[in-house]
């Protein structure tokens, strides 16, 4: 087995630097407004950074709360909420962690099992958890779907969760999306008006720049390397994506990623190999993120036009940009995507 290693730090490395690339602040009163203050957590398995103006005591507030969040939701700690829960099939959780699980679940039903907060069997058995990258037979893939259900998931009275035998959570779909909108929560109640946070390419914004200007979040191109399919200019929202180039391995001349066609238990082959989502909920657009692009083109733009919360930009694995239209203004193709026709998605 020959194992490719993941792009997927450097590309929101890159991505992270265009992001921040600011302005100074302005001078006189506004100065301390103003000033940049920065930290670097590692955390959730991925590199995360933040960036405030005005109240740097915040930065130390919001790497407290990742690492709470961290000690709650991870599926490896083995006292997290989601480690026990998994363990015992039946315990009671934290706040957070139930109000993650219902949102979650919502997103699942919402997706028509797109998304699905119990297949992490399926993931660890394709060796992604691990970084053990393996091939599993039909037959294993299809004796671990039997206990992919997010409907199992009971959530009882007083925190209670409770699954069957053979199923375990996940929430690692949505915990990041899910700690960005905890941590704009955090900046606001403090005053903060202008923060970007990218946890490990989750992007979330909080207002404008200080000058005012916008915020430009750069999209990755698929193929990698340093350079950008292109860049939506936003305020305060959550740009997250989720691409085909971030996690594989290859075997046998076939390159398999992370992201599971949950009826299938095999890795998506929709037709996209990027799809971001923008929105105002960091915990939507993450789940969408992921969920979109095993829908494939058909059903994703679909579900689009049925909905009213969330704006999106799809690479296709012929290399076309698709751009729903409550942002086509908003999206600038870069690179290599200048040259071909950006096509906007509409409801009409």
């Known amino acids: 087995m020959k194992k490719i290693r993941s792009t997927f730090l450097i590309v929101q490395a890159i991505l992270l630097v265009f992001c921040c690339f600011l302005p100074s602040g302005c001078g006189g009163s506004e100065k301390e407004k103003n000033e940049k203050h920065s930290s670097v957590v590692f955390a ?46 039946n315990t009671r959780v934290s706040e957070e962690t139930y109000a993650l699980l219902k949102r979650g679940k919502e997103i699942c039903e919402r997706t ?3 998304l699905d907060l119990t297949v992490y069997p399926v993931v660890h058995a394709w060796g992604f958890t691990t970084g053990e990258h393996r091939v599993p037979s039909e037959k294993e893939i299809q004796k671990l779907l039997e206990n992919v259900d997010f409907r199992r998931i009971a959530l009882g009275e007083n925190m209670l969760v409770t699954v069957p035998s ?28 202008s923060a970007l946070i990218n946890l490990g ?15 430009k979040v750069a999209v990755a191109d698929p193929k990698g390397g340093e350079e ?24 046998n001349g076939h390159v398999y990623h992370h992201i599971i066609d949950t009826s299938t238990g095999c890795p998506a082959e929709s037709g996209f190999v990027s799809v971001t989502v923008v929105g105002d909920e960091g915990t939507l657009c993450d789940g969408l993120s ?19 919360d969330f704006e999106a930009v799809f690479i296709t694995s012929d290399e076309k940009i698709f751009v729903t ?8 193709p870069l690179g290599r995507f200048q040259k071909k026709e950006t096509e906007v998605i509409r409801r009409d």
């Open 44 to 89: 959730m398995d991925t590199v995360m950074e933040i960036t405030v103006y005005g109240d740097e005591e915040v930065l130390k507030k919001a790497e407290e709360l990742i690492r709470d969040l961290e000690r709650k939701f991870s599926v490896t700690l083995e006292e997290s909420d989601i480690s026990r829960l998994n363990a015992t099939g």
């Open 112 to 114: 028509e099992g797109a």
């Open 166 to 193: 053979g199923v375990m959570t996940d929430l690692g779909s949505v915990a990041k999306g899910y700690t960005g909108d905890r941590l704009m929560e955090l900046f606001k109640d403090s005053g903060v008006t």
């Open 201 to 215: 390419g989750n992007v979330q914004a909080l207002g404008t720049k200080p000058d005012g200007s916008l915020w």
């Open 228 to 251: 950008y399919a292109g860049v939506v200019t936003m305020e305060g929202k959550a740009v997250i994506t989720s691409g085909a180039y971030e996690r594989f391995f290859e075997e």
């Open 290 to 308: 992921t969920s979109l692009f095993a829908m494939g083109p058909e059903k994703a733009f679909e579900f689009w036009k049925n909905s009213d």
């Open 325 to 332: 239209e409550g942002i086509a203004d908003a999206f600038t």
